[in-house]
């Protein structure tokens, strides 16, 4: 068997087709819309490491998803580009004093590089750069519009604060108290922000999942962080505070459960509620300021979590329960959150674990108000007025202790209760939403400069829109002060300046956005990444847009997606794109771990470098391996042995293409008969490898070229008609080899540039099948019969066979188990 030389194969045909520019995308108005596709891979940070295995799985996907379709007359646009802002580029320039952007360039000329090895057709004349200028201007413009629609604002608040990092992070930034990107335990700290407010629109972020063709998991990831829930605002009045002033004192709550007003024992307040300095007594202060101490050392991940004990501290006020008139106690405890609600609750510990919890740990009252059971008669329920419970109950059912409510089931009480408050001016219905405000500056250097500047006279002004991009000056040090402010803070030359509304001296904002702004938009930049007057011309944007398949891992579930639904739905409101969502068809990939089935890292010394995979089996072998790993959503390990299995089918398929090819005719029952069965499992294999390519199934795929590639080997010649459609069908799997074997042929166009096969549904029907016959379990005979064969004339045949005799003579036969077209399982 010829060796197959893929090493020159590869870059002929990648040279080709970077000369040719055969995938270059173009706005053809002839083609329909239900004929183009926008398939969109999520794009890379260019990490000085290079890709690793894991990368080209969803590459080599969506590649052979293209391929198919441009192959079957679709006009494709499939675009890459970097991601190129982030602090590994900056922590590396901390560490050399080597400017960020020359780090940048030389790694995404590396994954370039690496990319165009494996053989991807994508457009390569729109490849954008997060951290080029001519970029980050629009993203400074998208700033400015949502500064204008009052959506970005400034405000000191309590943040995530990364010590090692030395910046703020968004709660999604969080994992289990640590930075995501260093590790480091994150702490709270109260600096300068700018917000978005992504909360405006968390209702329609909500209600527009259910029209997305996403995966549920990544659906219900996004309703649990936005959180809604409905309920009722209500007003505790502080006690002693005097009528006149008790609107200043009170504390305004959001609670799901107005139906168990009656069971409040107690009332906290997170640590940053303004209200905490105010109603402190004097004899609670030292005790108090001690607590919010050690609170603000705390994530909110930490200080929710159930698994902990709870802390807090009583702060000598009282309120009064608006219900019954009831003294209860202020407590100031970490695991209310200033960022949900209004910062307060009201504690029911008989119905609510982490209240029960609570008032354990401090031996405060419970009183239980809601029975599981029904009233037995004249409205009881049977619970004794007062009655201490044994345990938490958090379920709904019927109310006690809860003074004219009682006996009612808790939906009917949470609706009177509800109307009560409302007529008396304390209370109201409510929906609240989890999710908060997205903290979008960073105290560092390598981000987009916010195109704001700070007048004494004019306050916060926007730049007009003929200085963008606001530029990033060049630093001596790239280090984060650490106080609160970034690098730029020092640079003075660059930070005062003269305000564009009054002309008066302003000083620039100094924060840098987040790395996940250029992320936002990027889908929109590769419809026109030249236009040097909009961040895309509408009409490109109405000829691809949305994007009708998007790949990537299930990492990016809340952060990267929910902020790109976000920008998207500010720009549909402002009329610049043409869907209110950016993302049609969402495909999670799944992890490769290393071939010791854990996740590849480097300290674990597993990681392969694709490089290497490469250069010793070629970039055909890798793609049809990652894919023939296993289903594309699942986590699997990476085999060497697999690999190697996968290179010696695509040596056999160069074998078959050394063959001779003559151009018999083998039409199904007329001049050439002895190929009725090639030509039935042709067609058969075209419509598995077309079915599974368009539903990402490309395993079982590459199952069926395997089947019938060996059922052609055992040929001498190959007719044309049975060898050329096999080159078509491998094309998008195997490009390089698709082209070469293409080329061979005679053909002189991109085998991407041919028609895909198409099948016959008549000679997919399997006519005859192999019925297998055992005893006991054991294979003891086979016979042919056609398929669809009733399951008594199987029993019948089988048990007739010569060669069964010896095995059933003298046996009783108990039972016979028969799989229709597959097997005959005699037990005796």
């Known amino acids: 068997m010829a060796k197959y030389p893929f090493e020159e194969i590869e870059k002929k045909w990648q040279r080709y087709w970077e000369e040719h520019k055969t995938f270059k995308a173009l706005e053809d108005p002839a083609v329909s819309r239900e004929k183009r596709r926008y398939v969109l891979d999520m794009f890379p940070y260019p990490s000085a490491q290079g890709l690793h295995v894991g990368h080209p799985e969803g590459y080599t996907a969506t590649d052979i998803y293209c391929r198919y379709l441009r192959m079957n007359g679709f006009n494709v646009l499939h675009p890459m580009g970097f991601d190129a802002f982030g602090l590994p580029a900056e922590n590396f320039a901390i560490k050399t004093g080597t400017h960020p952007a020359v780090t940048t360039a030389a790694n995404i000329n590396k994954f370039r590089f690496q990319i165009k090895s494996l053989g991807f057709s994508y457009d390569w004349d729109r490849e954008v750069d997060t951290s080029s200028q001519d970029y980050y201007k629009w993203t400074q413009w998208i700033f400015l519009k949502l500064f204008e629609k009052g959506l970005a604002?400034?405000?000191?608040?309590?943040?995530?604060?990364?010590?090692?990092?030395?910046?703020?992070?968004?709660?999604?930034?969080?994992?289990?108290?640590?930075?995501?990107?260093?590790?480091?335990?994150?702490?709270?700290?109260?600096?300068?922000?700018?917000?978005?407010?992504?909360?405006?629109?968390?209702?329609?972020?909500?209600?527009?999942?259910?029209?997305?063709?996403?995966?549920?998991?990544?659906?219900i990831m996004q309703r649990n962080w936005i959180g809604k829930s409905e309920g009722a605002n209500v007003i505790f009045k502080i006690d002693g505070i005097p009528d006149e002033q008790s609107k200043d004192f009170s504390l305004e709550i959001y609670t799901t459960r107005p139906d168990t007003l009656f069971g409040v024992t107690y009332m906290v307040l997170a640590p940053e509620h303004p209200l905490v300095a105010r109603i402190t007594t004097a004899e609670q202060k030292a005790a108090v300021e001690a607590y919010l101490d050690e609170a603000a050392k705390k994530s909110d991940l930490e200080r929710t979590d159930l698994a902990k004990g709870k802390t807090g501290v009583f702060s000598g006020a009282y309120?009064?329960?608006?219900?019954?008139?009831?003294?209860?106690?202020?407590?100031?405890?970490?695991?209310?959150?200033?960022?949900?609600?209004?910062?307060?609750?009201?504690?029911?510990?008989?119905?609510?674990?982490?209240?029960?919890?609570?008032?354990?740990?401090?031996?405060?009252?419970?009183?239980?108000v809601v029975s599981p059971s029904p009233p037995v008669k004249n409205g009881e329920s049977g619970a004794p007025p007062g009655s201490g419970p044994t345990e938490c109950t958090t379920a709904e059912g019927w109310a006690v202790n809860s003074g004219e409510f009682d006996g009612f089931p808790t939906e009917e009480v949470k609706k009177r209760i509800t109307a009560q408050l409302e007529e008396k001016g304390i209370g109201k219905k409510a929906i609240n939403y989890k999710l908060r405000d997205w903290i979008f500056s960073r105290q560092r250097y390598w981000g987009e400069p916010i195109p704001v500047v700070h007048c004494a006279t004019c306050g916060i002004v926007a730049l007009p829109e003929s200085e963008l991009p606001l530029r990033l000056p060049s630093v001596e040090s790239y280090a984060p002060t650490g106080t609160g402010d970034s690098p730029l803070s020092l640079i003075d030359s660059w930070v005062n300046t003269t305000c564009p509304r009054c002309g008066g001296p302003a000083k620039r904002e100094t924060n840098t956005m987040p790395q996940w702004?250029?992320?936002?938009?990027?889908?929109?930049?590769?419809?026109?990444?030249?236009?040097?007057?909009?961040?895309?011309?509408?009409?490109?944007?109405?000829?691809?847009?949305?994007?009708?398949?998007?790949?990537?891992?299930?990492?990016?579930?809340?952060?990267?997606?929910?902020?790109?639904?976000?920008?998207?739905?500010?720009?549909?409101?402002?009329?610049?794109?043409?869907?209110?969502?950016?993302?049609?068809?969402?495909?999670?990939?799944?992890?490769i771990l290393g071939e010791d089935n854990q996740k590849m890292s480097k300290s674990r010394g597993n990681v392969l470098n694709p490089d290497d995979i490469i250069r010793q089996y070629g970039a055909d072998s890798m793609r049809v391996y990652e894919m023939f790993m296993g289903p594309l959503e699942v986590t699997k390990p990476w085999l060497t042995a697999g690999l190697v299995g996968v290179s010696r089918f695509l040596e056999r398929i160069w074998a078959l293409g050394e063959k001779p090819v003559t151009d018999v005719p083998v039409n199904s029952g007329k001049s050439a008969p002895q190929y009725d069965e090639l030509l039935r499992s042709l067609h058969r294999t075209i419509k598995k490898v077309s079915g599974d390519t368009v539903g990402l199934n490309f395993n079982t795929a590459i199952s069926r070229m395997m089947i019938y590639s060996n059922e052609l080997a055992k040929l001498d010649k190959l007719p044309r008609d049975l060898w050329e459609p096999l080159v078509k069908l491998i094309a998008p799997y195997a490009p390089h080899l698709g082209e070469e074997l293409w080329r061979k042929l005679g053909h002189t166009e991109s085998v991407s540039q041919s028609a895909w096969p198409v099948y016959d549904e008549k000679l997919c029907v399997q006519n005859e099948v192999t019925i297998v016959v055992q005893v006991n379990g054991k294979i003891r005979d086979k016979f042919s019969a056609a398929a669809g064969t009733d399951k008594a004339e199987l029993e019948n045949r089988a048990q007739a066979l010569p060669g069964m005799q010896k095995w059933l003579e003298g046996q009783r036969i108990v039972r016979i188990i028969c799989v229709q077209d597959k097997l005959v399982n005699i037990v005796i």
Not at 319 to 334: L, Q, R, S, T, Y
Not at 342 to 355: K, N, Q, S, Y
Not at 559 to 575: E, P, Q
């Open 319 to 368: 309120a009064v329960n608006p219900v019954n008139g009831e003294k209860i106690p202020i407590w100031i405890a970490d695991y209310v959150l200033i960022s949900y609600g209004t910062g307060a609750i009201m504690a029911v510990p008989a119905h609510d674990e982490r209240d029960w919890e609570f008032a354990k740990t401090f031996n405060l009252p419970i009183i239980q």
């Open 153 to 219: 604002y400034e405000a000191e608040s309590p943040i995530n604060f990364c010590p090692s990092c030395k910046t703020g992070l968004a709660n999604e930034e969080v994992k289990d108290g640590f930075c995501e990107r260093c590790g480091t335990k994150v702490t709270r700290k109260r600096i300068r922000q700018w917000i978005l407010k992504i909360t405006a629109y968390a209702e329609r972020l909500l209600e527009d999942l259910d029209g997305l063709d996403w995966p549920e998991p990544v659906k």
């Open 517 to 591: 702004a250029g992320s936002c938009w990027y889908y929109l930049r590769y419809l026109d990444p030249h236009n040097e007057t909009a961040f895309a011309a509408r009409d490109k944007i109405d000829y691809w847009a949305p994007v009708d398949l998007y790949v990537g891992g299930v990492e990016h579930a809340v952060l990267h997606l929910l902020y790109s639904r976000f920008w998207h739905k500010v720009l549909y409101d402002l009329g610049l794109v043409n869907t209110n969502e950016p993302f049609q068809k969402l495909v999670n990939q799944g992890m």
